[in-house]
């Protein structure tokens, strides 16, 4: 029999994105859909698409409270803190509330006090293809950190720690539903622009994973999807053999042929990853380019490979993985 799911936050872009893969899923069975702004509305309201036996919108508490096996929260952070997962559900949060084991972080990175510390221990942080999830409360990484970590955390061992860069660029989708003037428009459109220089709330969790910080720079690509992290490194060990030997076995990493750059037409709409690996002539630094869907590999469909793990289902169910893109 399917596992009962609900959506918290089903009306943001992590949260439609979550919701379309559900109602894909072959062991999945939505039974509640949460949103405070849309609640009491049909399904249909958020897109006319969702007609049929897909339930309609209910406040978030409720959502929480529909005795659900499998919940997906979509929540903003600040709101995500607070959850109170429901005994013997698996729940997985996309938002950044569990994803640093240190609670006094939250208050540097996200702005705001953690309000349940105690909690923390409790959340597994998991990239599926490095750190499988360990319980049933499972911290999704955010779509920055899960490009970085896929393309340097089988490097962490072997290389120069203090000078790793990482230039990172995403699609505005990366920055929420919510308005913004840096979202407009006016500003994205034929524009190139980085954000949070030095102060990205993924760069602890970055280093939280890999052991040791980076220098990180994320940019604002005028496209709606998609994220590409180039990252730089010193090492003197076979950078393509220690990468091929951690995803050799994964159904949703790609390491490119030599040669071959990753690029966002291909993930774009997926929930697979794209790696390549380079060396720079003049310098010898090495250079591992990582390209995601941020709400895809980077949110939604990594949501979804974390539940399949915890509910020891085929890790690939529900998630888009084949096909060619023009």
């Keep these: 029999m399917p596992f009962a799911t609900a959506i918290l936050g089903a009306s943001g872009y992590a949260g439609q994105e979550t919701l379309d893969r559900v109602l894909a899923h072959p062991e999945l069975r939505l039974v509640a859909l949460g949103s405070d702004s849309l609640a009491g509305h049909g399904a249909s309201v958020l897109d006319p698409r969702l007609n049929g036996n897909v339930p309609s919108f209910t406040s978030n508490d409720a959502a929480l409270a529909a005795g659900a ?19 013997g559900a698996v729940v997985v949060d996309l938002s950044g509330a569990h994803r640093l084991a240190r609670s006094s972080l939250y208050a540097e990175w996200y702005g705001f006090e953690h309000p349940r510390p105690q909690a923390l221990p409790e959340w597994s942080y998991a990239v599926p293809e490095l750190f499988p999830p360990t319980g049933r409360l499972i911290a999704n990484p955010g779509c920055y950190a899960t490009a970085v970590l896929l393309a340097l955390a089988p490097l962490a061992g072997v290389v120069e720690q203090s000078g790793v860069v990482v230039d990172a660029k995403s699609g505005v989708s990366g920055a929420g539903k919510s308005l913004r003037p840096s979202s407009h428009a006016a500003s994205v459109l034929e524009n190139v622009s980085p954000y949070k220089v030095g102060s990205h709330q993924h760069a602890p969790e970055i280093e939280q994973a890999l052991g040791f910080p980076v220098c990180f720079v994320p940019h604002l690509l005028p496209v709606r999807r998609g994220l590409i992290a180039t990252c730089y490194v010193q090492t003197d060990a076979d950078v393509r ?5 951690a995803y050799v076995t994964s159904p949703a990493v790609t390491l490119l042929p030599q040669g071959v750059a990753p690029e966002l037409s291909r993930v774009q709409g997926t929930d697979g990853a794209e790696l390549g690996v380079f060396t720079d002539r003049a310098t010898g630094t090495r250079i591992v380019v990582c390209a995601i869907d941020n709400l895809g590999k980077g949110a939604a469909g990594q949501a979804v490979q974390n539940a399949n793990l915890a509910l020891g289902l085929p890790e690939t169910a529900g998630l888009r993985l084949a096909g060619v893109t023009v």
Excluded: Q, S, T
């Design 69 to 87: 096996n499998v919940i997906f929260c979509c929540l903003d952070h600040e709101r995500a803190a607070l959850l109170d997962a429901p005994a």
């Design 241 to 245: 053999e220690l990468l091929e030997a």
